[in-house]
């Protein structure tokens, strides 16, 4: 059973944008926080970015602060991640995650219960 369903991803050059996009289930999306991850080759797991229902808060990582922007469609139960001035460094599979509970800063991949498949982005120098 598939909850969630990332796209966008792809190549771009340094300096370029991406948006990702995340299409869930009603049951992931609804009423939940949800965030998205990234693993770059030979890394660990990372944050990048969540946001809360009403999206009246979001939270980012501090490497990618000014630089993306996390966003969600409530009537389409589709989460969004816009990447601009994008750095080698940035070059990962990106996942799509969903809370179940409510935490008060939800940046550990541990407070996640539904993941994505995710998609790679590239970044070239």
């Known amino acids: 059973q598939v909850h969630l369903v990332e796209s966008g991803g792809g190549l771009v050059q340094a300096g370029g944008s991406l948006r990702l996009s995340c299409a869930a289930s009603?049951?992931?999306?609804?009423?939940?926080?949800l965030g998205w991850f990234r693993q770059g080759p030979g890394k660990e797991r990372e944050f990048v970015a969540a946001?809360?229902?009403?999206?009246?808060?979001?939270y980012y990582a501090d490497s990618v602060k000014g630089r993306f922007t996390i966003s969600r469609d409530n009537a389409k139960n589709t989460v969004y991640l816009q990447m601009n001035s994008l750095k080698p460094e940035d070059t990962a599979v990106y996942y799509c995650?969903?809370?179940?509970?409510?935490?008060?800063?939800?940046?550990?991949?541990?407070?996640?219960?539904?993941w994505g498949q995710g998609t790679q982005v590239t970044v070239s120098s």
């Open positions: 995650a969903a809370q179940l509970a409510t935490y008060r800063t939800p940046t550990y991949s541990s407070q996640y219960d539904y």
């Open positions: 009603e049951r992931t999306f609804f009423g939940n926080v």
């Open positions: 946001i809360n229902w009403s999206s009246s808060n979001t």
